[in-house]
């Protein structure tokens, strides 16, 4: 079973950065694409950001593009989102999600395709 854990969410002001991460356990770390997503108030899920399980791949929704860098750690079994000059906008629960991956390259953007999810942090940014 894989499970997710989130940290690193909170409030700041516009501008301001925070860094979300994301451990995994039950599993081999390696085999693993891993994505944020983020879910605002009345609004649906949606991707933000995904790195390949080799990391020699990244996506990101153009919203977050310059602002928004993903990365992992395969040692600490850890993935990471570094998020600069936030907005009010970006204020959202922040999920993070794992997807079993045959390509060293995938990095899927579709909720669907991602089936296990951690429980969510806060992410709200003051104006």
């Known amino acids: 079973q894989v499970q997710l854990v989130e940290s690193g969410g909170g409030l700041v002001q516009a501008g301001g950065s925070l860094r979300l991460s994301c451990a995994l356990s039950?599993?081999?770390?390696?085999?693993?694409?891993m994505g944020w997503f983020r879910q605002a108030p009345g609004k649906e899920r949606e991707f933000v950001a995904a790195?390949?399980?080799?990391?020699?791949?990244?996506n990101y929704a153009d919203f977050v593009k310059d602002r928004f860098t993903i990365s992992r750690d395969n040692a600490k079994i850890t993935v990471y989102l570094q998020m600069n000059t936030l907005k009010p906008e970006d204020t959202a629960v922040y999920y993070c999600?794992?997807?079993?991956?045959?390509?060293?390259?995938?990095?899927?953007?579709?909720?669907?395709?991602?089936?296990?999810w951690g429980q969510g942090t806060q992410v709200t940014v003051s104006s």
């Open positions: 999600a794992a997807a079993r991956a045959t390509s060293p390259l995938y990095t899927g953007g579709v909720v669907e395709d991602y089936p296990y």
């Open positions: 790195i390949s399980w080799s990391g020699l791949k990244t």
């Open positions: 039950g599993r081999t770390f390696n085999n693993y694409a």
